[in-house]
């Protein structure tokens, strides 16, 4: 059958897909380095992925399940950070250098997941998946679909 088509995919869409894929490359990396979990999160992000291209509700609400638990963490990160910042447990140098470094990646973190919350929320994502799901854009898309 080939790879799953695009065609009509909404641009948010295409960007949501690109941050996957560059957190894929990430895990991938950790996997070859002899992680466990790297591989984990490599497969767990190729079956979302792949469920996402499909049109699988399901995929939409566990990769959305994963946003909202995303965004706790990066507030977390943050609230973190802030304390430490604001407690004055950070003397310079390298632990200054180490509490910016981890509010800058909680941040990342934070607008990463508001992004995937507010893709795949948005109705022209969710009528896409849909109709991707009935094999529709496939079929009526130029260049789609099977011939008799």
């Given at each position: 059958?080939?790879?799953?088509?695009?065609?009509?995919?909404?641009?948010?869409?295409?960007?949501?897909?690109?941050?996957?894929?560059?957190?894929?490359?990430?895990?991938?990396?950790?996997?070859?380095?002899?992680?466990?979990?790297?591989?984990?999160?490599?497969?767990?992000?190729?079956?979302?992925?792949?469920?996402?291209?499909?049109?699988?509700?399901?995929?939409?609400?566990?990769?959305?399940?994963?946003?909202?638990?995303?965004?706790?963490?990066?507030?977390?990160?943050?609230?973190?950070?802030?304390?430490?910042?604001?407690?004055?447990?950070?003397?310079?140098?390298?632990?200054?250098?180490?509490?910016?470094?981890?509010?800058?990646?909680?941040?990342?973190?934070?607008?990463?997941?508001?992004?995937?919350?507010?893709?795949?929320?948005?109705?022209?994502?969710?009528?896409?998946?849909?109709?991707?799901?009935?094999?529709?854009?496939?079929a009526d898309a130029p260049?789609?679909?099977?011939?008799?």
């Open positions: 059958m080939g790879y799953p088509r695009i065609v009509g995919m909404p641009n948010k869409l295409k960007v949501l897909i690109g941050l996957i894929g560059i957190g894929m490359l990430g895990s991938l990396a950790s996997g070859l380095q002899g992680s466990t979990s790297g591989w984990l999160s490599f497969l767990l992000d190729a079956a979302l992925l792949a469920g996402v291209l499909k049109g699988k509700e399901g995929a939409r609400n566990f990769l959305m399940l994963l946003a909202v638990l995303g965004l706790l963490g990066g507030v977390f990160g943050v609230v973190l950070t802030l304390i430490a910042v604001l407690a004055g447990g950070v003397h310079g140098g390298s632990e200054l250098l180490l509490v910016f470094a981890i509010g800058g990646v909680s941040v990342l973190v934070l607008a990463q997941n508001a992004f995937a919350l507010w893709c795949l929320s948005r109705r022209d994502v969710q009528n896409w998946m849909f109709q991707k799901s009935l094999g529709a854009m496939g260049g789609g679909g099977s011939s008799p």
